[in-house]
């Protein structure tokens, strides 16, 4: 059973960096998309970020440029880097490993989190 935790948030002002970084307990299969999402209030959840099996990368387009993925297998570990925060960027940030599978991570990331079994409880990242 794989049990995933958030930590990194925090209250930054605009411009400012967050690193957040998904630590599992359990084993996380190296097919596994690992990514990112996000809520605000009176918003439906979107993807940020994902990382699949082959170490590719998507990102939502608002974000590419100031916001990276990354992982470390070994330690059952995966983050998200972002840089230059914005207003905008304030939510409820989520990280999610999705079940095997081959998909790439630009398919895992437009499953917008449908294809995703494994969900950490949310770290709040708050940009004034």
């Known amino acids: 059973h794989v049990q995933l935790v958030e930590s990194g948030g925090g209250s930054v002002q605009a411009g400012g960096s967050l690193r957040l970084t998904c630590t599992a307990s359990g084993y996380i299969y190296a097919s596994y998309c690992l990514g990112w999402f996000r809520q605000a209030p009176g918003k439906e959840r979107e993807g940020v970020a994902v990382i699949d099996s082959n170490l590719g990368t998507s990102y939502k387009e608002s974000e590419e440029g100031r916001v990276t993925i990354s992982k470390d297998n070994a330690e059952n570990t995966f983050y998200l880097q972002m840089d230059n925060l914005k207003p905008d960027d304030t939510a409820t940030y989520y990280c999610?490993?999705?079940?095997?599978?081959?998909?790439?991570?630009?398919?895992?990331?437009?499953?917008?989190?449908?294809?995703?079994?494994?969900w950490g409880q949310g770290t709040q990242v708050t940009v004034s």
């Open positions: 999610a490993a999705n079940a095997p599978s081959l998909m790439t991570a630009s398919q895992c990331l437009e499953t917008g989190g449908s294809d995703f079994a494994h």
